[in-house]
């Protein structure tokens, strides 16, 4: 008999599974982006106030985001916290909130380097035709800033979307994590299942991420 | 003008560095800083249940593993299995509670991270195969084991070892970094060693003959017998048996003391031999003796 394996994606309710895994890190980063794109714009408006001490605070918050580890920050807000103060936080929360977190930071500083991306001649010949101060940042300055924001807001969240694999190590169960349990289960019976359950989870992660990039190229078509 | 951007980029980059070291630091802080932490436990305590709040609560929460199967895993209608999970039913029934699993995973990293959901209050119990370790135990509470793992020896039905003394002069494969290499490096020096750096190879190596025989956990070698005809595991427990037990929070003596009981008193019915004989003889085979990995009252012959 050769078995080639595809039939164990098939195996009782195991595509299910794999679904609802996908459900779960859909979740979990499409609520984290939604939080830090609007966050995001707000830090990055932040970052950009020339004001010493609000210039410190927002490149302390950067750095430590951007340096530690996505998983130290996970272990931190799933273990640390209930270890240093007992707060029991629910480890979809930790997720959540340590990927909004990540998101705000990151998204931040795409927010401020959008902004200085924009040349002074836009604001002075804005200023020259008689425009002021509102005008030109409504009409002038934010739609190029937010064309230029795509691509890399883009690329952002297809990122949160593939790290959330990382909460299985506060033990949820997300889709890659169904997809190793479903080839533990059939290592002996069909020892080629990996293959099938790893071409099963990278198109489920296509499908998740692939709409964004269709609403990207459509945004970036509309804004042209 | 460009010396103030200088000035900017050192004040960054030494930002950064002093941030990362500080990352570092917490990383081993969090890691070793709990065994010196185990006294002040005061604060951890709120976090654990005792046995009367769990059985008030109606539910126990027990982390196992969700893809090391045959012991603890999920089967295709999404329900925990295994040597483990049996185990865990009944401490749920003999509580009188429902059970909940959290999935623990059985990646390197994450024996720190099962230390972490039992020292953190995450789980009641972490009935994960976890083996017990004096370094493990400043961190958690074992309670008595239930099972029992030794090194196991395969080799070809052409040549079958059944004894140290079979193996004087013949070539061994080990692989490296596991316990099967340093029982054999010291206790049998007559022994050559062939070491590979993964289990593949190793098996690799022993299909097209470039050793006489394999050794390592004999959980693995005799589940690994059972899908290879033509071989056989003639040695099933050499050396120190290595225990696995059930993990709680340190110092939840409450919930310890239960569980060292219920372990007892599951002994009397021979309780492991049915959880071995419904999870574990379907992938170990006849051939394999329980008495080589089960442990009954706890207790270690």
Same mark, same amino acid.
């Given at each position: 008999?050769? #078995?080639?394996?595809?039939?164990?994606?098939?195996?009782?309710?195991?595509?299910?599974?794999?679904?609802?895994?996908?459900?779960?890190?859909?979740?979990?980063?499409?609520?984290?982006?939604?939080?830090?794109?609007?966050?995001?714009?707000?830090?990055?408006?932040?970052?950009?106030?020339?004001?010493?001490?609000?210039?410190?605070?927002?490149?302390?918050?950067?750095?430590?985001?951007?340096?530690?580890?996505?998983?130290?920050?996970?272990?931190?807000?799933?273990?640390?916290?209930?270890?240093?103060?007992?707060?029991?936080?629910?480890?979809?929360?930790?997720?959540?909130?340590?990927?909004?977190?990540?998101?705000?930071?990151?998204?931040?500083?795409?927010?401020?380097? #959008?902004?200085?991306?924009?040349?002074?001649?836009?604001?002075?010949?804005?200023? #020259?035709?008689?425009?002021?101060?509102?005008?030109?940042?409504?009409?002038?300055?934010?739609?190029?800033?937010?064309?230029?924001?795509?691509?890399?807001?883009?690329?952002?969240?297809?990122?949160?979307?593939?790290?959330?694999?990382?909460?299985?190590?506060?033990?949820?169960?997300?889709?890659?994590?169904?997809?190793?349990?479903?080839?533990?289960?059939?290592?002996?019976?069909?020892?080629? #299942?990996?293959?099938?359950?790893?071409?099963?989870?990278?198109?489920?992660?296509?499908?998740?991420?692939?709409?964004?990039?269709?609403?990207?190229?459509?945004?970036?078509?509309?804004?042209? | 003008?460009?010396?103030?951007?200088?000035?900017?980029?050192?004040?960054?980059?030494?930002?950064?560095?002093?941030?990362?070291?500080?990352?570092?630091?917490?990383?081993?802080?969090?890691?070793?800083?709990?065994?010196?932490?185990?006294?002040?436990?005061?604060?951890?305590?709120?976090?654990?249940?005792?046995?009367?709040?769990?059985?008030?609560?109606?539910?126990?929460?027990?982390?196992?593993?969700?893809?090391?199967?045959?012991?603890?895993?999920?089967?295709?209608?999404?329900?925990?299995?295994?040597?483990?999970?049996?185990?865990? %039913?009944?401490?749920?029934?003999?509580?009188?509670?429902?059970?909940?699993?959290?999935?623990?995973?059985?990646?390197?990293?994450?024996?720190?991270?099962?230390?972490?959901?039992?020292?953190?209050?995450?789980?009641?119990?972490?009935?994960?195969?976890?083996?017990?370790?004096?370094?493990?135990? %400043?961190?958690?509470?074992?309670?008595?084991?239930?099972?029992?793992?030794?090194?196991?020896?395969?080799?070809?039905?052409?040549?079958?070892?059944?004894?140290?003394?079979?193996?004087?002069?013949?070539?061994?494969?080990?692989?490296?970094?596991?316990?099967?290499?340093?029982?054999?490096?010291?206790? %049998?020096?007559?022994?050559?060693?062939?070491?590979?750096?993964?289990?593949?190879?190793?098996?690799?190596?022993?299909?097209?003959?470039?050793?006489?025989?394999?050794?390592?956990?004999?959980?693995?070698?005799?589940?690994?017998?059972?899908?290879?005809?033509?071989?056989?595991?003639?040695?099933?427990?050499? $050396?120190?048996?290595?225990?696995?037990?059930?993990?709680?929070?340190?110092?939840?003596?409450?919930?310890?003391?239960?569980?060292?009981? %219920?372990?007892?008193?599951?002994?009397?019915?021979?309780?492991?031999?049915?959880?071995?004989?419904?999870?574990?003889?379907?992938?170990?085979?006849?051939?394999?003796?329980?008495?080589?990995?089960?442990?009954? $009252?706890?207790?270690?012959?």
């Amino acid at each position: 008999m050769r #078995a080639s394996g595809i039939e164990v994606l098939f195996l009782g309710s195991n595509f299910a599974r794999l679904l609802e895994g996908l459900w779960v890190t859909v979740r979990i980063s499409l609520l984290a982006v939604l939080l830090s794109l609007p966050l995001g714009i707000l830090f990055g408006l932040f970052m950009t106030l020339q004001n010493p001490i609000s210039k410190a605070i927002s490149r302390v918050y950067l750095e430590f985001i951007r340096i530690m580890p996505q998983l130290v920050l996970l272990f931190i807000a799933y273990f640390g916290v209930t270890r240093a103060f007992g707060w029991n936080w629910d480890a979809e929360f930790s997720a959540v909130l340590v990927f909004t977190l990540w998101g705000t930071a990151e998204m931040g500083d795409l927010v401020r380097g #959008a902004l200085k991306s924009i040349p002074q001649h836009q604001y002075d010949s804005a200023y #020259a035709l008689g425009m002021n101060r509102r005008q030109t940042v409504l009409t002038i300055i934010i739609p190029q800033t937010l064309r230029r924001l795509l691509p890399p807001t883009i690329n952002l969240t297809t990122r949160m979307i593939k790290t959330t694999s990382l909460v299985v190590l506060i033990g949820i169960t997300e889709v890659l994590k169904v997809g190793k349990q479903i080839i533990d289960v059939n290592r002996f019976r069909y020892p080629t #299942a990996s293959l099938w359950v790893y071409g099963a989870v990278f198109v489920l992660y296509f499908l998740a991420c692939w709409p964004i990039s269709l609403l990207a190229s459509y945004l970036e078509r509309r804004w042209r | 003008m460009k010396y103030t951007t200088i000035i900017k980029k050192i004040a960054a980059l030494s930002l950064s560095a002093v941030l990362a070291a500080g990352a570092l630091t917490a990383c081993s802080g969090s890691g070793s800083g709990t065994a010196s932490e185990g006294n002040a436990g005061e604060k951890n305590n709120a976090t654990f249940r005792t046995v009367d709040e769990i059985k008030e609560s109606g539910k126990v929460i027990i982390g196992v593993f969700s893809d090391k199967a045959p012991f603890g895993y999920v089967d295709e209608n999404g329900s925990y299995q295994g040597y483990d999970v049996y185990f865990a %039913e009944r401490i749920a029934k003999d509580l009188g509670v429902q059970v909940e699993y959290v999935s623990t995973d059985p990646a390197s990293r994450v024996e720190y991270a099962a230390v972490e959901y039992a020292a953190t209050g995450k789980v009641d119990i972490i009935l994960a195969n976890f083996t017990v370790t004096e370094e493990r135990a %400043e961190k958690v509470d074992f309670a008595l084991p239930y099972m029992k793992v030794k090194l196991g020896v395969v080799s070809p039905d052409s040549a079958v070892v059944r004894s140290i003394d079979d193996l004087k002069d013949k070539t061994l494969i080990v692989v490296k970094g596991t316990t099967a290499e340093t029982y054999f490096e010291k206790n %049998e020096p007559d022994v050559k060693l062939q070491k590979y750096d993964e289990y593949a190879d190793a098996y690799n190596a022993l299909l097209q003959g470039r050793g006489d025989a394999f050794s390592t956990d004999n959980t693995e070698v005799l589940a690994w017998a059972i899908v290879n005809p033509g071989y056989t595991v003639g040695i099933d427990a050499l $050396g120190n048996a290595d225990t696995i037990a059930p993990a709680v929070q340190k110092g939840n003596t409450s919930l310890l003391n239960w569980l060292n009981d %219920e372990i007892k008193s599951l002994g009397k019915e021979n309780f492991f031999h049915a959880d071995y004989d419904a999870t574990l003889a379907s992938v170990y085979g006849a051939a394999a003796n329980p008495d080589s990995l089960v442990v009954e $009252g706890g207790v270690v012959d």
